[in-house]
């Protein structure tokens, strides 16, 4: 079976401040997407995996991480592990950057 990837644009490179949350729907995903200092780009999903959901482009980005705005969970930008003493992973997505254009890949 040929698998098929996907590449959306969601927004445009230069227009994306550092360490701010965005939130971004695609079809029925909710994706936060975040420009780290060091100007990488990270997707996550945008739900945090506690069982309140808290909406982590809401939160509060330092250094790889986030930290969720309901219970300061800190969620790591790159794998989107949750840091103990709490557990739980989030999903992360693909992201690629070309010509000022940033591009989630499904
Ligand atoms: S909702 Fe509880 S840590 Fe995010």
Redesign the pocket.
């Known amino acids: 079976m040929i698998e098929t990837i996907t590449r959306i644009p969601v927004a445009n490179y230069s227009n994306l401040k550092e360490r701010a949350g965005y939130s971004i729907k695609i079809a029925d995903k909710e994706i936060a997407l975040f420009k780290q200092s060091n100007g990488k780009v990270y997707a996550l999903e945008n739900?945090?995996?506690?069982?309140?959901?808290?909406v982590?482009s809401e939160?509060l980005v330092s250094g790889l991480y986030v930290y969720?705005?309901?219970?300061?969970?800190k969620?790591s930008l790159a794998d989107g592990k949750?840091q103990a003493p709490?557990q739980g992973q989030v999903q992360t997505f693909q992201v690629e950057i070309k010509d000022d254009i940033v591009f989630i890949v499904l």
């Open positions: 739900r945090s995996p506690h069982p309140k959901g808290g982590l939160g969720c705005p309901l219970y300061d969970w969620i949750v709490d």
